[in-house]
C-alpha cells in the first residue's frame, strides 16, 4: 500500500508561484511513476506533471511546460511540483498520485489516463487570482 499526503496549496496571485510537496509512504524502494492531477470544479481531473523515479523521466500536460517542473527528493520520499508563472486557469484541487510500484512511467501520452494510477492523495487547493 502507498499513502500520499499533499501540500504547498494556497492562493497566490496570476505570476507568482508555488510549489507543492506530496508526502509519500508504502512500497518506496520500488520504481514507481509519480504523478501530479488537477481538477477544477465542473471539471474532469486531468493530468499535469509525471515523474518516474527508475530513470527519472519527466512528463507535462501542454498547458504547464515551461512553467511546472515535477522532482522528487528519493531521501525525503517526496515529489514537488514546483509551479511557476501561474495563471487563474491553473485553479484547481491538485492531487498527487501514484502507478502501481514496479512499473515504469508509461510513455506515448497513456500516463494521462487516470486509469494508469492507483492511489491517490486527498488533494491540495491551488487558487491563481487575475
Known amino acids: 500500500q502507498v499513502q500520499l499526503v499533499e501540500s504547498g496549496g494556497g492562493s497566490v496571485q496570476a505570476g507568482g508561484s508555488l510549489r507543492l510537496s506530496c508526502a509519500v509512504s508504502?512500497?518506496?524502494?520500488?520504481?514507481?511513476?509519480m504523478g501530479w492531477f488537477r481538477q477544477a470544479p465542473g471539471k474532469e481531473r486531468e493530468g499535469v506533471a509525471a515523474?518516474?523515479?527508475?530513470?527519472?523521466?519527466?512528463y507535462y500536460a501542454d498547458s504547464v511546460k515551461g512553467r511546472f517542473t515535477i522532482s522528487r527528493d528519493s531521501a525525503k520520499n517526496t515529489v514537488y511540483l514546483q509551479m511557476t508563472s501561474l495563471k487563474p486557469e491553473d485553479t484547481a484541487m491538485y492531487y498527487c498520485a501514484a502507478a502501481r510500484a514496479g512499473r515504469p512511467c508509461p510513455g506515448g501520452g497513456l500516463w494521462l489516463l487516470l486509469s494508469n494510477w492507483n492511489y491517490w492523495g486527498q488533494g491540495t487547493q491551488v487558487t491563481v487570482s487575475s
Open positions: 508504502g512500497n518506496t524502494y520500488l520504481r514507481a511513476c
Open positions: 515523474f518516474d523515479t527508475g530513470d527519472h523521466s519527466t
